[in-house]
């Protein structure tokens, strides 16, 4: 469900907007002067929507638009072939997620809406509150070069641009340009084409630009940062799983989960993935060491099945089983109540007691841990300080703090500027890819719309004689592609906001 919290911030700054446009505007002494203030600023207000236009950047526009004329005819050019591609595509695509999301919502299967390409974001929902800024910076980013694209290719195919503006609707920012229509008819569908597809086309090529960007970060940043030497901690919650004076700190670098090495923030997760989804692991210790388990009790069943013979609700002990000597089979099994961090420290693990006897000149056995069915115990490694040793789910561990692949060579470089780079540009490439499918659509009031109307004129024209029936075929195709775009974002905001 939506946070009502936010709901209510929301809601009481469009009323209080709403409320001081209309008192101003229905004033007698501050009517005239607060509309002409609105008029020479370039301000519309209405519900729930504010929007800005300006021509300040008229002359950045035509300036662009005189650059290498035959590299920008070969460039939007290109910009029309990826616009029908993307058309095509965007369709292929929405019915692709939209199969997706209803066999979402007809199975409890939790891995089938992570293989979502497209998802309905809302921000405190399924958006972290925390990464608002992100969200909103690049998706006006996104916006904007989409625009520029626009501006840009209708300059050049002789189309007046009217000016440039911004918008906020509800909470999303976004961005326009205003095109003189009586130009944009005169000139030929193909014209029109490189125009309309000119944006998608741009947000496109920012997308992989991003994406470069993303993947060259720790070439660019390797004079100050370095990468491959572990996982930094930039961030812990508190009071989780990883917070405690023996936990994780701001700084630590990991560099392994029991035997599996932890070089960057992708080893981490496919680690406790990997120790998620295989038995538990064991640990080589001295026979000698063992304690039966009658010392603290008698061993006894939990409710899963599995078994505990520590019943002292001790913090430091924890119940580890064994395999007789003299037996092998699983009525031999034999469980002891130890000091975990005492018995685990710097020993080797193992999963059967042939790889103890193979590594050991003493007599030790493979001692596991008698742990519930998901829970697990994991010793995690971040030198020089001691392993913190973690009981529990281990996606509960992965929760529980924030990494970066970026290690600081320099004491005065912060943590959080590889994290901000990297943040921004995923959220780019992801933002900026979306406007490009969504505004390919064939789908009213978006590009698409007007991207399908001049290819059926530039195909149809001596097909279709009939201007009537062009139009006729070409609303009924809009029409599928709105249906087809409104059942994604309905069933989309059911499945984020309802469940």
């Not at 946070?3 to 809601?11: A, G, T």
């Not at 210790?285 to 013979?309: E, N």
């Not at 703090?401 to 992801?430: I, M």
Request: aromatic share 10%; hydrophobic share 45%; net charge neutral.
């Amino acid at each position: 469900m939506i946070p009502v919290s936010l709901l209510v911030f929301v809601m009481a700054g469009w009323c209080a907007v709403y409320l001081a446009d209309t008192l101003l505007r229905s004033s007698v002494t501050h009517r005239i002067s607060y509309e002409s203030w609105l008029a020479s600023r370039g301000l519309m207000l209405s519900p729930f929507h504010v929007r800005w236009q300006t021509t300040m950047f008229n002359r950045l526009f035509a300036y662009c638009a005189r650059i290498n004329p035959r590299a920008l005819y070969m460039w939007f050019n290109s910009g029309l072939v990826f616009g029908i591609a993307a058309m095509l595509g965007s369709v292929v695509l929405l019915i692709r997620t939209l199969q997706q999301t209803i066999a979402q919502m007809t199975t409890d299967n939790p891995r089938i809406g992570d293989q979502q390409t497209l998802q309905v974001v809302v921000p405190g929902v399924n958006l972290p509150t925390s990464q608002l800024a992100y969200f909103f910076i690049a998706l006006l980013l996104s916006g904007v070069i989409h625009e520029l694209g626009h501006a840009v290719a209708a300059l050049r195919e002789q189309v007046r641009v009217n000016g440039f503006g911004m918008f906020v609707f509800v909470v999303y920012p976004g961005a326009f340009v205003d095109l003189f229509t009586t130009h944009l008819n005169l000139i030929s569908p193909a014209q029109q084409l490189r125009i309309f597809c000119a944006g998608v086309w741009h947000n496109f090529v920012l997308c992989l630009a991003a994406l470069a960007f993303l993947f060259l970060l720790p070439l660019l940043l390797f004079p100050m940062y370095a990468t491959g030497a572990g996982a930094l901690v930039t961030e812990v919650v508190q009071s989780s799983a990883a917070d405690g004076p023996r936990g994780l700190s701001v700084g630590d670098i990991v560099t392994g989960l029991e035997d599996c090495p932890v070089r960057g923030v992708e080893d981490w997760t496919s680690c406790l993935s990997h120790l998620a989804h295989t038995p538990q692991t064991g640990y080589c210790v001295p026979v000698a060491s063992l304690q039966p388990s009658w010392a603290h009790g008698r061993a006894f069943k939990r409710l899963d099945g599995t078994m505990d013979c520590c019943s002292n609700n001790s913090l430091t002990d924890l119940c580890f089983s064994y395999i007789k000597s003299q037996g092998r089979s699983s009525r031999d099994r034999e469980y002891a109540c130890m000091p975990v961090r005492k018995m685990v420290t710097g020993t080797r693990v193992c999963h059967t007691d042939d790889d103890c006897a193979a590594h050991s000149h003493t007599a030790s056995i493979c001692v596991t841990p008698s742990l519930e069915n998901q829970t697990r115990f994991i010793r995690v490694t971040h030198p020089p300080n001691t392993h913190m040793l973690f009981v529990g789910y281990p996606p509960h561990l992965q929760y529980a703090v924030s990494l970066t692949n970026f290690v600081p060579r320099f004491g005065f470089l912060h943590l959080d500027l590889p994290v901000f780079l990297e943040t921004f540009c995923k959220y780019v490439v992801s933002l900026s890819g979306a406007l490009a499918v969504v505004n390919s659509v064939p789908c009213f009031a978006l590009d698409g719309q007007w991207m399908l109307n001049a290819l059926l004129e530039a195909t149809l024209a001596s097909v279709v004689i009939d201007r009537q029936k062009r139009e006729l075929i070409g609303f009924f195709l809009l029409l599928a592609g709105s249906a087809l775009l409104a059942a994604n974002v309905a069933l989309g905001l059911w499945m984020v906001t309802a469940r």
